[in-house]
């Protein structure tokens, strides 16, 4: 099975001369000396390692494109004829009570202290790259308008140009920082959080002190790694001033702006950007519980921790560490993964895929549990953007799983919502949207309803998060569908009874019973009993 064909990717702007290419290394079959262009090869051999990475930078997302051999895909939602599981308590079943649009979509997270949620999906950590910058009003305020958390990525504050620090290193002014939480804050309805993400560097930086005692935010969230790069997070810088000032912060700048040979390449003009990485992370048990303390000490309700495509090895620690520590949600994030500045290798060939690790996960849950440990609550991210997989990832996790984390799926919202604002003003709307209206109200079908619920406040919110707004809508929609469809009118009925494979291997995978053993044996007793 030819999983990938290296060596070209629209994601690196390369591609093959030739029409035939050899499957193991992606080297077209008949190379030619003299080739204009443009295999990453060829790229490569006066890029280097520019061709690392997708890009542009800061104008696209990207997503690995690897086709593993199981996936979500290979499990289908069982559908039945009778019975309606998390009606009210005191209604009676029957066809006006079991109605789709009366499905309850809301979840919680939390070991005591609880977040509800109106759907069971929470952005991806949105950091310090370009992308969650400039768009970040819009993810911000459409994530506070959803009623779903909105996770605020690492290096938020090492990266600000505003940033202050104190005698004794650490944060004592981050204006981007304070603009991010202030932003989601002012449409938040009660209904899930805005949560930061720390690394290495934030923790030397103070950044849970800085939230914590100039915002007063409840939780904060630990970070091992992610289902795109087990390296840490990256930026792109373009300026040499700014390559040099992140170093001087602390920061892993490549190649080295500080070192004259790169600075004459800077300055003409074959090097154009410097690389800003974080540092790898080294778990300890006693390291990790004395991190869990410090973080209480300063006043945090509750701590999360989100973890990466990682070995076997390292999902139990994560799971038996959070389980002692009485965290309040872990986010689990399988390969491939990426939203906006990975290594394109790595994001396609390491780490072990998502449906394979959320089998794991639950399959070490409930050991776990056997041994009389209370599971933490469980996230699962990796790929998701609709709700059929959202769903069957909640169901296949059941009951350990409470919500998917989404990445890409819901950026992309937030930026068309943005762009078709840019195009309205312009007096330039593409076909695909104009066939549609000419106006903000005909365009976007949720826009009356945020109207009527914001009143003169509308203005103030974003077309992006309009855009994200109505995409969960939908997505609210559909999930009803599906789960009125499996007779389950609350996410707290779904159970992997509700799935079933359709090839032996993911049923191996996963301990979903094959299409055709499913409620064989119930079947049976229907038929001939």
Same mark, same amino acid.
């Given at each position: 099975?030819?999983?990938?064909?290296?060596?070209?990717?629209?994601?690196?702007?390369?591609?093959?001369?030739?029409?035939?290419?050899?499957? *193991?290394?992606?080297? !077209?079959?008949?190379?030619?000396?003299? !080739?204009?262009?443009?295999?990453?090869?060829?790229?490569?051999?006066?890029?280097?390692?520019?061709?690392?990475?997708?890009?542009?930078?800061? =104008?696209?997302?990207?997503?690995?494109?690897?086709?593993?051999?199981?996936?979500?895909?290979?499990?289908?939602?069982?559908?039945?004829?009778?019975?309606? $599981?998390?009606?009210?308590?005191?209604?009676?079943?029957?066809?006006?009570?079991?109605?789709?649009?009366?499905?309850?979509?809301?979840?919680?997270? @939390?070991?005591?202290?609880?977040?509800?949620?109106?759907?069971?999906?929470?952005?991806?950590?949105?950091?310090?790259?370009?992308?969650?910058?400039?768009?970040?009003?819009?993810?911000?305020?459409?994530?506070?308008?959803?009623?779903?958390?909105?996770? *605020? @990525?690492?290096?938020? *504050?090492?990266?600000?140009?505003?940033?202050?620090?104190?005698?004794?290193?650490?944060?004592?002014?981050?204006?981007? &920082?304070?603009?991010?939480?202030?932003?989601?804050?002012?449409?938040?309805?009660?209904?899930?959080?805005?949560?930061?993400?720390?690394?290495?560097?934030?923790?030397?930086?103070?950044?849970?002190?800085?939230?914590?005692?100039?915002?007063?935010?409840?939780?904060?969230?630990?970070?091992?790694?992610?289902?795109?790069?087990?390296?840490?997070?990256?930026?792109?810088?373009?300026?040499?001033?700014?390559?040099?000032?992140?170093?001087?912060?602390?920061?892993?700048?490549?190649?080295?702006?500080?070192?004259?040979?790169?600075?004459?390449?800077?300055?003409?003009?074959?090097?154009?950007?410097?690389?800003?990485?974080?540092?790898?992370?080294?778990?300890?048990?006693?390291?990790?519980?004395?991190?869990?303390?410090?973080?209480?000490?300063?006043?945090?309700?509750?701590?999360?921790?989100?973890? =990466?495509?990682?070995?076997?090895?390292?999902?139990? &620690?994560?799971?038996?560490?959070?389980?002692?520590?009485?965290?309040?949600?872990?986010?689990?994030?399988?390969?491939?993964?990426?939203? =906006?500045?990975?290594?394109?290798?790595?994001?396609?060939?390491?780490?072990?895929?998502?449906?394979?690790?959320?089998?794991?996960?639950?399959?070490?849950?409930?050991?776990?549990? $056997?041994?009389?440990?209370?599971?933490?609550?469980?996230?699962?991210?990796?790929?998701?953007?609709?709700?059929?997989?959202?769903?069957?990832?909640?169901?296949?996790?059941?009951?350990?799983?409470?919500?998917? *984390?989404?990445?890409? @799926?819901?950026?992309?919202?937030?930026?068309?919502?943005?762009?078709?604002?840019?195009?309205?003003?312009?007096?330039?709307?593409?076909?695909?949207?104009?066939? #549609?209206?000419?106006? %903000?109200?005909?365009?976007?079908? !949720?826009?009356?309803?945020?109207?009527?619920?914001?009143?003169?406040? %509308?203005?103030?919110?974003?077309?992006?998060?309009?855009?994200?707004?109505?995409?969960?809508? $939908?997505?609210?929609?559909?999930?009803?569908?599906?789960?009125?469809?499996?007779?389950?009118?609350?996410?707290?009925?779904?159970?992997?009874?509700?799935?079933?494979?359709?090839?032996?291997?993911?049923?191996?995978?996963?301990?979903?019973?094959?299409? &055709?053993?499913?409620? #064989?044996?119930?079947?049976?007793?229907?038929?001939?009993?």
């Amino acid at each position: 099975m030819n999983l990938r064909q290296p060596n070209a990717n629209e994601a690196t702007s390369t591609a093959n001369r030739s029409r035939n290419v050899v499957p *193991c290394s992606g080297i !077209c079959t008949r190379c030619m000396d003299g !080739c204009k262009g443009g295999c990453e090869i060829w790229l490569s051999s006066f890029r280097g390692r520019e061709v690392l990475y997708p890009g542009p930078f800061g =104008g696209i997302t990207t997503g690995a494109d690897k086709n593993y051999p199981v996936d979500y895909s290979h499990l289908n939602i069982q559908g039945y004829a009778v019975g309606a $599981k998390g009606l009210p308590e005191g209604t009676d079943a029957n066809p006006d009570t079991a109605v789709f649009s009366s499905v309850d979509t809301a979840t919680e997270y @939390g070991h005591t202290k609880k977040v509800t949620m109106l759907l069971p999906i929470f952005t991806g950590a949105l950091g310090s790259t370009e992308i969650a910058r400039a768009n970040w009003e819009h993810f911000a305020v459409g994530a506070a308008i959803s009623g779903i958390t909105l996770v *605020c @990525g690492e290096n938020v *504050c090492g990266v600000d140009p505003g940033l202050k620090l104190d005698a004794k290193g650490k944060v004592s002014e981050s204006p981007e &920082m304070d603009r991010r939480i202030a932003t989601y804050r002012k449409f938040h309805g009660g209904y899930g959080e805005i949560l930061v993400q720390m690394n290495v560097e934030d923790t030397r930086l103070g950044t849970a002190e800085y939230v914590g005692t100039k915002h007063n935010l409840d939780t904060i969230e630990l970070k091992w790694g992610q289902g795109a790069k087990s390296i840490g997070g990256e930026i792109k810088v373009t300026s040499l001033e700014r390559a040099i000032e992140l170093k001087d912060r602390g920061y892993i700048v490549l190649p080295d702006p500080t070192v004259k040979e790169n600075q004459a390449a800077f300055k003409a003009g074959a090097l154009k950007e410097f690389e800003r990485h974080s540092r790898l992370g080294f778990i300890t048990r006693e390291g990790f519980f004395e991190e869990i303390d410090r973080l209480r000490d300063i006043g945090f309700k509750r701590i999360t921790l989100k973890t =990466g495509a990682y070995s076997m090895v390292e999902l139990a &620690m994560a799971l038996r560490y959070a389980a002692e520590a009485e965290l309040d949600l872990l986010t689990i994030d399988g390969a491939p993964g990426g939203t =906006g500045m990975s290594p394109w290798p790595m994001m396609n060939e390491w780490g072990i895929p998502t449906f394979y690790l959320q089998s794991l996960a639950c399959r070490f849950s409930k050991e776990l549990e $056997k041994k009389g440990k209370r599971v933490p609550d469980l996230a699962m991210a990796g790929g998701f953007s609709d709700e059929p997989s959202v769903f069957k990832a909640l169901a296949m996790g059941s009951p350990y799983f409470k919500a998917v *984390c989404m990445g890409r @799926g819901l950026m992309i919202p937030g930026m068309v919502g943005k762009n078709i604002g840019k195009w309205l003003q312009a007096g330039d709307l593409p076909k695909t949207v104009s066939k #549609y209206g000419s106006t %903000i109200e005909e365009i976007f079908v !949720c826009y009356e309803e945020l109207k009527e619920r914001y009143g003169g406040r %509308i203005k103030e919110i974003p077309l992006g998060a309009v855009g994200i707004y109505t995409y969960t809508q $939908k997505f609210r929609t559909g999930l009803q569908q599906l789960m009125a469809g499996s007779r389950n009118f609350r996410l707290s009925t779904i159970s992997r009874g509700d799935l079933m494979a359709l090839t032996p291997e993911a049923a191996e995978i996963s301990g979903i019973p094959y299409v &055709m053993d499913a409620r #064989y044996n119930e079947a049976m007793a229907v038929l001939l009993d």
